[in-house]
């Protein structure tokens, strides 16, 4: 008597195996390699995006309080909730 | 206008209305002359004023630019009617802040890195003919969202190995996971995001690999995946993200410090927050890129949103 494992055994034990993991619940891709900095850069902000970042922001009222009163300017404050300089 | 005329200043209104110091309490005498009043609710808006705290002008929201461009000429037409004295004061260009109130006031963590993340809606190649090509969606939440990773001096030192060798796995902390997972890899690209809760995360891994070492340098190869999803039946989750990351970390050796941070998180997003309406219907793509900054522009200095929390963002 011979013992053997042939191909349907494979998939037996593959399908068993599946079960006993569970399903996957995920659908997306592994990224292709070859398509990292494409990507990488495609989702960064385009120049033309990044135009209101040419105007010189302070980030804090009470140093631009500071610069305007050393400066004679007066300050334009733009408040949000979530920083205008970080949230969207 | 904005840049020659005024000193401009950005402020993120939650932490701004709450602090207790003399930056709270001059923000709050501010908006007190205007339609938000100073006490209570939200103080939105954009304000010009006096560096002695009188309002000028305010308006809700610029979208406007023909709008906003009237609002400024007619607060520098205010302004240069006032006397020189209230334009220029060496008191108020020397006065100390004072004591900080701690509570409402970030600043990036001592030896710490900060990493800029990027959003973007994304859309698949219009032809069809290559699935993996993506393109911007402009005028759909196209347009980039942006946010900063705070890493600690002990989260990014875990990241390097003592003695590199091709091949060799380094153990990610679970924190630094979980705090990518759920505080950035999300959808801000329309508002302030819902963040994900702890048990909304159904999967999460991040494998970190030595891939090549030099004498100079160290090349990890960073791969992972994340599943996140407001129902454990992800099919009837009513918002959620399904990720790859890939990405790219360098060490510098000599110095033993970390030169590149380079990630990208790809996948399907769906659903919307209270402050995030007008998703696109179904699933679509969205991609997440982080990149290394120096912190030397103060706009990278900007707090991570999620960190409100500051304890729980870092320690989540």
């Known amino acids: 008597m011979t013992f053997g494992i042939d191909s349907r055994d494979i998939a037996l034990a593959g399908a068993a195996l599946a079960l006993l993991l569970g399903p996957s619940l995920r659908a997306s891709e592994p990224i292709d390699p070859g398509r990292f900095e494409t990507l990488h850069r495609t989702i960064q902000p385009r120049p033309d995006e990044e135009r209101w970042l040419q105007i010189p922001w302070e980030t804090s009222l009470w140093e631009a309080r ?7 300017k007066p300050i ?9 300089l970080g949230c969207t | 206008m904005a840049s020659e005329d005024f000193i401009p200043v950005v402020g993120d209104d939650w932490y701004q209305r709450r602090r207790q110091d003399a930056e709270g309490e001059f923000l709050r005498k501010v908006a007190g002359q205007g339609p938000r009043g100073g006490q209570g609710g939200t103080l939105q808006g954009i304000y010009t004023l006096t560096p ?11 979208q406007a630019p023909d709008v906003m461009r009237e609002v400024l000429r007619n607060a520098l037409d205010a302004w240069n009617r006032l006397p020189e004295s209230r334009r220029r004061s060496a008191a108020i260009a020397s006065e100390d802040l004072g004591t900080v109130d701690a509570q409402y006031d970030r600043t990036p963590p001592e030896g710490g890195l900060i990493v800029k993340v990027f959003t973007r809606a994304l859309e698949r190649d219009e032809s069809g003919d290559d699935p993996n090509v993506y393109s911007c969606a402009p005028g759909r939440g196209g347009e980039a969202a942006r946010d900063h990773l705070w890493l600690t001096e002990e989260d990014w030192k875990a990241l390097i190995p003592e003695d590199p060798t091709p091949g060799q796995m380094i153990s990610i902390p679970d924190r630094v996971v979980r705090r990518i997972v759920r505080f950035h890899l999300v959808d801000n690209t329309r508002g302030e995001p819902p963040f994900w809760g702890d048990e909304e995360v159904r999967e999460a891994t991040m494998t970190l690999t030595v891939e090549d070492v030099s004498p100079d340098r160290v090349r990890l190869r960073l791969v992972g995946n994340a599943l996140l999803a407001t129902s454990a039946d992800v099919s009837q989750a009513d918002r959620g993200y399904d990720a790859s990351l890939l990405g790219v970390v360098e060490i510098d050796r ?3 410090s970390i030169t590149r941070f380079d990630v990208v998180a790809l996948g399907d997003h769906w659903g919307e927050g209270p402050y995030t309406r007008g998703a696109r219907p179904g699933r679509s793509p969205l991609g ?3 990149m290394l ?4 522009n103060p706009a990278d200095r900007i707090a991570p949103q999620a960190s409100r929390f500051l304890p729980g963002y870092l320690e989540p």
């Open chain 1, 66 to 72: 500071r610069k305007a009163s050393a400066e004679g």
């Open chain 2, 288 to 290: 997440v890129a982080f």
């Open chain 2, 52 to 62: 002695d705290g009188t309002l000028l002008a305010y308006k809700n929201a610029g």
């Open chain 2, 254 to 256: 000599p110095s033993r």
């Open chain 1, 76 to 84: 334009l404050l733009w408040e949000m909730d979530g920083n205008p």
């Open chain 2, 293 to 296: 900054v120096d912190g030397s």
